[in-house]
């Protein structure tokens, strides 16, 4: 791990919401991904004791809905909620729990804590920075358009 995986520290990763930035694919299209603390490890302090998990920032229902458009994701009972259309995922799991995409997972990335802070460790991406994509850099699909 070196300083130009690290995407924030855990401080910066909210406890009842999520942390955007962006990451780009090995052939250079770029992505939003979401930081969110586990549930269960939520309130606490204890760098031991939390858990983040690390989620591309699309709904499942509408691949180009996304989860936390810029000023964190809806959280409701420890879960993510799209507010389109109102699907659940797990913090941990990604799963979809409630909602039209229910059984659905929102596809994950490694990330590991250490030392105050969070790492990305997916060989599949490379972190690029902070903060959402600027529209006329957004490369992700638009042909699932909703009606
Ligand atoms: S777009 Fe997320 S629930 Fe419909």
Redesign the pocket.
């Known amino acids: 791990m070196d300083s130009d995986s690290r995407i924030a520290s855990l401080t910066d990763v909210p406890t009842e919401s999520t942390f955007l930035f962006r990451v780009a694919t090995e052939s250079g299209e770029r992505r939003e991904a979401i930081l969110v603390r586990d549930g269960r490890s939520a309130s606490s302090t204890d760098e031991g004791d939390i858990d983040v998990h690390c989620w591309l920032n699309y709904?499942?229902?509408?691949t180009h809905?996304k989860?936390d458009k810029g000023t964190g994701a809806a959280m409701r009972n420890g879960e993510l909620v799209?507010?389109?259309?109102?699907?659940y995922f797990e913090p941990d799991s990604g799963v979809c729990t409630f909602?039209?995409?229910e059984g659905a997972r929102l596809p994950g990335l490694e990330v590991t804590v250490r030392d105050g802070g969070v790492y990305l460790t997916d060989d599949e991406y490379e972190f690029v920075g902070p903060g959402p994509i600027d529209d006329g850099d957004d490369l992700t699909s638009t042909s699932n358009v909703?009606f």
């Open positions: 709904c499942q229902h509408f809905i989860l799209c507010e389109n259309h109102g699907a909602g039209p995409c909703e």
